[in-house]
């Protein structure tokens, strides 16, 4: 027979298992949201940050005479079994739900609650020595927990997001030094250019990521400020003087975070603009990210009818019907993983322009986006760093094959014999399938073997002079 233990709140009085953290709210959450099936304990670090900002808030409390120094002690014990991550499992509530946050800002109070009522010697529920609101969530709100508590959050989500992505960035840097001297075609419109180096395509890669390093360091830096002490709407109401710098100073300490409190908490109780800014920023990679894959796609094409300048690796067969097949399983993953935080973005989007007056209760599905994007966007890099990038191969011989045949050629000859000279060359070249080569220097006798020799050599071709 389980055990339960009865609590109630305004609405009425329930039944809890005994053995559970959390309480009555959090059961009516429980019940009432079944939205995405995802609870808030899969974002481990959520968690962890609404621990920090109790744990700061009851030394806040404390400094400044509103709590008793034995029972924040407590909490504070309470909110560092949380933050280690021992209780994740207490934390049910679906990431999408009505409320603002609400629910998820007293399943935190309740748990907090009630693990400090443990290290008390008292049984969970006898809040009259430590309550979920007049305690743990003393001179707070949910509208500057729950959101300083996002942002602890994805300040620290977007640190293994960005070390994936610097990872994926040095591998394909890697790949360009390996491919240096690799001759290959560059490619307009999906026509043939001009030659280039294999190495700079891929170094190009690199530095088209990296670029995106810098603008997630700007996203940190922006979602660095936080509302702690605004309260409801941003007026400080019920909270002590001095309690929102206290606890802001308090919050940099047990975080490590530089942390800023606010200017005006009234505007930032409702803006949402900075996670707009960085939702902006993760589908930019994600556009970039999908275009790379699409290169690598192309690049790969074949393996006979294609372009077949490179081979990725592997890795599972590729077709039900036909043997042989081996697809670009990876990039095509990574694609898809771009579709949906591309769609993220919108969501975060609409919800962040929904707001009226001096809330936005669509905060919940901005962090679901926010959350699930930079996951899967870490995951995608992750997967295309280890399972494709480290194991792609160079078709060296092929490659240069294909430029020594090209009419794209032509255009190295532009300074030397005219644009016009050159067009009719690739006119006929195009009409007769000859190569510039033998229209140019053995029927037209418009170069010399010696200038031939001179236009194309490597390195002129990958990083060509002007020559006469």
């Known amino acids: 027979m389980t055990l339960s233990r009865l609590e109630h709140d305004f609405l009425g009085e329930r039944a809890l298992p005994e053995q559970v953290y959390y309480g009555i709210q959090t059961l009516r959450a429980l019940e009432n949201f079944h939205i995405t099936g995802i609870p808030i304990k899969s974002e481990p670090l959520f968690v962890q940050a609404l621990a920090y900002v109790k744990k700061a808030a009851a030394m806040a409390n404390r400094d400044l005479g509103v709590l008793d120094p034995t029972l924040a002690g407590y909490i504070m014990q309470a909110c560092d079994r949380v ?19 609400t629910s998820v800002n007293m399943n935190a109070n309740e748990v907090i609650a009630n693990v400090a009522l443990e290290l008390m010697g008292k049984p969970k529920g ?56 690799v001759l290959k075609m560059g490619r307009t419109q ?21 670029e995106e390093l810098l603008r997630i360091a700007d996203s940190r830096s922006l979602i660095s400020e936080i509302n702690m002490g605004a309260t409801a709407i941003g007026t400080r ?84 019907i036909m043997p042989g097949k081996v697809n670009p399983v990876v990039p095509e993953v990574v694609n898809q993983t771009a579709f949906y935080v591309i769609g993220a973005d919108l969501t975060v989007t609409m919800a962040a322009e929904a ?95 010696a200038k031939w020799d001179e236009i194309f050599t490597f390195e002129n071709l990958i990083r060509p002079g002007f020559i006469q």
Request: a negative charge.
């Open 126 to 181: 006898q809040y009259e020595f430590c309550h979920p609101n007049n305690h743990v969530n003393c001179s707070q709100s949910t509208n500057d927990a729950y959101p300083t508590a996002f942002r602890i959050a994805l300040s620290n989500k977007l640190v293994g997001y960005s070390q994936t992505l610097g990872e994926l960035a040095d591998a394909f840097a890697a790949k360009g030094d390996e491919f240096r001297d």
């Open 355 to 449: 707001g009226q007056l001096q809330l936005n209760v669509m905060e919940p599905v901005i962090s679901f986006a926010l959350f699930t994007s930079i996951s899967y966007m870490t995951n995608a890099c992750r997967t295309l760093h280890e399972k494709c990038v480290v194991g792609i191969t160079a078709n060296k011989e092929h490659a240069e094959n294909l430029v020594r045949n090209s009419i794209g050629i032509v255009t190295q000859l532009n300074p030397v014999i005219g644009y016009e000279a050159s067009a009719e060359i690739a006119k006929e070249a195009l009409r007769t399938g000859k190569s510039v080569y033998a229209i140019a220097v053995t029927e037209r006798g418009l170069l010399t073997q």
């Open 83 to 101: 933050s280690s991550g021992a209780l994740d499992g207490e934390f049910l509530t679906d990431m999408i739900q009505g409320g603002a946050g």
């Open 237 to 320: 109401v019920n909270a002590p003087a001095g309690y929102a710098e206290l606890v802001t100073e308090h919050l940099r300490t047990v975080t490590g975070l530089d942390l800023m409190l606010a200017g005006d908490l009234i505007e930032a109780t409702y803006d949402t603009g900075a996670y707009v800014q960085l939702s902006g920023v993760l589908k930019r990679t994600a556009v970039k990210l999908s275009k790379i894959c699409n290169d690598l796609r192309l690049l790969s094409s074949g393996p006979r009818a294609g372009l077949f300048e490179i081979n990725l690796p592997a890795l599972q067969p590729g077709s039900s």
């Open 190 to 210: 999906l026509q043939d250019a001009v030659p280039m180096s294999m190495g700079d395509e891929f170094r190009a890669f690199a530095t088209n990521l990296r």
